[in-house]
């Protein structure tokens, strides 16, 4: 499955809802589309089956220039390397056995 990118207007946000697999040449357009929306956007990650290094990287960079990550998967969560299950942002407590 290729990736599909999908622009919804939600009050006072761009929600860019990612499908399909992120790799190859579909990882710049997802950093080319993710560069040019309008700020605040998000990401609902809930139909994004694989990414590939790059595809994780453009990710990272999109979520750095202030993209809010939603529904990440537990397989892409552990590749960004999230403190969570579905997209937990980094620096929350985690829970401890005991």
Same mark, same amino acid.
């Given at each position: ?22 790799? *190859?040449?579909? #990882?710049?357009?997802?950093? @080319?589309?993710?560069? /040019?929306?309008? %700020?605040? &956007?998000?990401?609902?990650? =809930? ?7 790059? *595809?994780?990287? #453009?990710?990272?960079?999109? @979520?750095?220039?202030? /993209?809010?990550? %939603?529904? &990440?998967?537990?397989?892409? =969560? ?15 407590? @985690?829970?401890?056995?005991?």
């Amino acid at each position: 499955m290729a990736l599909r990118i999908s622009e919804i207007a939600e009050e006072g946000r761009t929600i860019l809802k990612v499908d399909g697999h992120l790799s *190859g040449i579909e #990882v710049g357009e997802l950093a @080319r589309v993710g560069a /040019a929306c309008p %700020r605040p &956007v998000s990401l609902d990650l =809930s139909g994004l089956m694989f990414a590939d290094d790059r *595809g994780v990287t #453009v990710l990272k960079d999109l @979520r750095a220039d202030g /993209a809010d990550l %939603r529904n &990440v998967p537990p397989y892409v =969560s552990l590749l960004l390397e999230l403190d969570g299950p579905c997209g937990a942002s980094p620096g929350r407590p @985690r829970r401890t056995a005991g």
